[in-house]
C-alpha cells in the first residue's frame, strides 16, 4: 500500500523525508519505506503521524475523505 496522503502532507508543509523522520525518530530510509508502502507503517508510527499533521488515522488509510479527527 502507498501512502499517498502521507507523502501529500509532508510535501504540503515543505518538509523532506529527512525532516519528517526526524519528528518521528526514524532513518530517512525507513521512512522512505514506509511513505512508498516499501514496510507496513505500525500502528505507533501512524499515530504520531496523525497527531503531527492533525488529521485521523482514517485518513491516512484512505478510509474517508475527512481529514480532521474526532474529539
Not at 521512512?31 to 499515530?47: A, K, Q, R
Not at 485518513?59 to 474526532?70: C, G, I, P
Amino acid at each position: 500500500m502507498q501512502y499517498i496522503r502521507i507523502r501529500n502532507l509532508r510535501e504540503d508543509m515543505d518538509m523532506t523525508q529527512t525532516d519528517m523522520a526526524k519528528v518521528l525518530f526514524i532513518s530517512q530510509r525507513t521512512y522512505s519505506y514506509y511513505e512508498s508502502g516499501g514496510h507496513d507503517i505500525p500502528t505507533e508510527v501512524l499515530v504520531r503521524i496523525a497527531d503531527f499533521y492533525q488529521v485521523s488515522v482514517d485518513y491516512l488509510l484512505n478510509r474517508t475523505d475527512k481529514r480532521e479527527m474526532n474529539r
